[in-house]
């Protein structure tokens, strides 16, 4: 990791986005540098000119490094890592995979958690599955909150490390302690943390985790990473998708059967390639371990010292012209929100002023800055919304 802090006015240029708006919305999808894109132009090349047998040659060497890298990102093991298609989708394969260790048992998450995985839960009642959803009071989840709901019965806890409603960093190790010292264990959905906050899944006590690549991680939507800690894998957390290789051992599908084996047999990938389906995106992974280089270049910590520096004064600077903040002073994500008096009007201004923001929940401002965003992009938000 990079221990000189980077230049990031020069890293301005890396992204052709701060050119065409003071682009304040990483926190819906954030940019690709031109190192990805120019990654994905030469993958590219080699479908639209080269493409046959044998398959794309570097893929081996670019699935390895992408899991490799992200694994590095989070303090996970590359065997605990697999590709997977979408955070929700990720949250919910776990959940299905989990059927024997859950059942009789209670999930116990919290409100700034996010809504989809919420709605997997909920649509789970009708399976028996017992829902413990913690209320936030004042936009913080409060320890006591999640203590007095955790108890013995417990076999999982789940949680959106960054919330994607106010960016509230959770207090993860705490929240993992409980969990462990009730026996259960912590799902960590990472999207709004992975490439903007350190995590170090070891040392917070994340068991399982998934995010994609479409935000922090500059990357592209429909491809990511799931963690499940080497232990879990096969035994508390089942693959419940097929993956791995199929064989037909009767004619016309092959000139000899083996007598020695069955008409329909199937050999199950080792490791964490268990949960992955099929052929992941390879567009996805050239974008990620392009990105992945990229992020770990920066260094995260130097991202998020540079974030923080634009964070702070959002939190500083909007409440004086009326917009509320819903964010906890001095939390450490890349997410602000405010309550806007007037949410067309806002974005009216903002949207004239080539300032991209993002309005939701009604009447929430959510304010999202990236490793590229200056003082200029807030001076620019500012003049807009006075
Ligand atoms: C906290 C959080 N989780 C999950 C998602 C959805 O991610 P995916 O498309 O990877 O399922 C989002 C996207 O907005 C998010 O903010």
């Not at 990473?225 to 016309?252: C, E, I, M, W």
Request: charged share 20%; with cysteine; glycine share 6%.
């Amino acid at each position: 990791m990079n221990v000189d802090a980077p230049d990031f006015t020069a890293l301005r240029a890396d992204f052709p986005r701060a050119r065409t708006a003071a682009y304040l919305d990483n926190a819906s999808s954030h940019p690709i540098s031109v190192h990805s894109a120019a990654a994905l132009h030469r993958y590219i090349g080699w479908l639209t000119d080269e493409v046959g047998d044998p398959w794309w040659p570097q893929w081996a060497a670019t699935r390895d490094e992408a899991k490799l890298l992200f694994a590095q990102l989070i303090n996970a093991r590359p065997e605990e890592i697999a590709f997977a298609r979408s955070t929700v989708e990720s949250e919910s394969n776990l959940l299905n995979g989990m059927g024997e260790y859950l059942a009789g048992g209670n999930v116990v998450t919290n409100d700034l958690h996010y809504g989809a995985a919420l709605y997997n839960y909920q649509m789970r009642l009708q399976d028996g599955l017992e829902l413990r959803v913690v209320k936030n009071r004042n936009w913080r989840i409060e320890l006591e909150d999640m203590a007095k709901a955790i108890d013995h019965n417990t076999r999982l806890v789940s949680i959106s490390l960054v919330s994607n409603v106010n960016g509230l960093l959770a207090q993860v190790k705490e929240i993992s302690e409980l969990a462990h010292a009730h026996g259960a264990l912590l799902y960590a959905d990472i999207i709004q943390a992975a490439g903007a906050v350190p995590i170090d899944v070891r040392a917070m006590g994340i068991d399982m985790a998934a995010c994609s690549t479409f935000k922090w991680l500059m990357g592209v939507k429909g491809f990511g990473f799931l963690y499940v800690r080497a232990d879990l894998q096969n035994t508390v957390v089942k693959p419940t998708q097929h993956s791995g290789g199929v064989r037909q051992n009767y004619p016309p599908w092959t000139a000899a059967p083996d007598p020695a084996i069955p008409e329909i047999s199937h050999t199950p990938v080792p490791g964490p390639g268990c949960y992955e389906v099929s052929y992941p995106s390879y567009e996805g992974a050239v974008c990620a371990q392009e990105s992945l280089r990229y992020i770990l270049r920066l260094g995260v910590p130097h991202i998020r010292a540079h974030v923080r520096g634009l964070a702070e004064r959002l939190q500083e600077e909007l409440p004086a012209i009326g917009y509320t903040s819903i964010t906890p002073r001095g939390n450490e994500s890349s997410i602000l929100a405010f309550v806007a008096k007037d949410p067309e009007a806002t974005m009216a201004r903002t949207r004239a002023a080539g300032v991209h923001v993002a309005m939701r929940y009604g009447d929430k401002l959510r304010l999202s800055p990236s490793v590229y965003n200056n003082h200029e992009d807030i001076d620019r938000l500012l003049a807009a919304l006075r």
